[in-house]
């Protein structure tokens, strides 16, 4: 061992390869201080590096390979630990350690340049995006400020939202929607039978009072007073607020609002299924058939002075599909005025009204408007007309304003 010649430390080998290295590029730095070339972009370029060695570090060898060169593998992980302890020290003096390559620092100098044409070249294109995004923002952060009090007492925070979106409908009606379509499916007369007390009571809900509830209304004290209405039965609108609540005989599953035309000044209806009893349950796993009534509720003009009318119901369909599960009127063209005047055994049409039942089946109805069914089929038995009902296929139309009956339609 003596004869055997002693080599230099490898810490000082290094250190005298970067001293080399130094000198030979002509970098200056200051004792004690890392080199000012372009440090930022040196450093990313190096932790670039340092990545690179890592992921081909722990790439899984090939099975042929695994169990024969363990041995590099060690290797190349100690050299990674004394690689991240010169790295991690805090001592300034070290810091001279960090020198890079000459690949590296050429290549830092070609990136700089194209980075520079770049940036020149894309300014232009990048000053609409920068725009964009600064009204973006801005958009975001001034949103408006909706505060007080709508005219009917709800909140604007509220009303905004509704008035965008009525606006949003008013355009696509414009844009979308057509005048009349259909024009051969129009409800006849011959095709509507009134039925009798003893026809209707089938298809009549069970419930003949509703239970007892209140009515709270936001911004207005109220005394806790206790309503309950008897079947088909509403209370009057409120003087302020305007809004109506009416008792239809059990829970409510469908309901659809017949569509009319932007402006029109007719009155608005909307179509309703409830099921017979309040505990009534049916499985969508099945088919199911038995009776039910279809209800149409009229609930007067949209007006913004004035007093409100009071709801009542129109007329009832009587069906034997079973219950409903979803029910659609046609957005447009189904609708026409109630005063148009057309040859007997023809009536005005309200709308077209898709109905899905229980059974399986989608039943499509043309239902007459109100005034029309009423002046055109016999009127009900006056034991009906304090509240009745119509089977399909039938209508009853109601005699007077709050009296109604029940009828089929026929197909």
Known sequence: ??????????????????????????????????????????????????????????????????????????VQKKRRRKKEEETDSDDPAQDTDFVPSKEVLLQAEEEEGSDAALSEASESELEPLRRHSTRTSSAGRSKPQCRGLAPNGFPNSVMAPVEKCSSITCS??????????????????????????????????????????TIQREGIEDNGALYRLNRFNSLQPHEERRDVSFFVGGPVWAMEWCPTPEGSAAPQYVCLYCHKSMDETHSVAGLHRGPALLQLWSLGTLQQEGSADKAGLAYAVATDHGCVWDMKFCPSGAWEPPSTSRKHPQMSRLGLLAVAFSDGSVVLYSLPHPGALQSSVAPCPSSLRAGGAAREPGACPPPAQGVWGVCRAGG
């Open 1 to 74: 061992s003596r004869d055997l010649p002693c080599p230099a430390p490898e810490p000082l080998c290094v250190q005298k390869a970067l001293d080399g290295s130094e000198a030979a590029e002509g970098l200056e730095a200051a004792p004690g201080r890392r080199p000012k070339r372009r440090a930022a972009r040196v450093a990313l370029l190096y932790l670039q590096e340092l990545a690179e060695e890592l992921t081909s570090a722990y790439q899984p060898p090939a099975p042929n390979e695994g169990a024969q060169e363990p041995e590099p593998e060690r």
């Open 172 to 213: 696509l009606r414009e844009q979308k929607y057509s005048r009349w379509e259909f024009p051969d499916w129009i409800p006849l007369v011959h095709k509507w039978t009134c039925l009798s007390e003893s026809e209707a009571a089938p298809y009549l809900p069970v419930e003949e009072k509703s239970p007892l509830f």
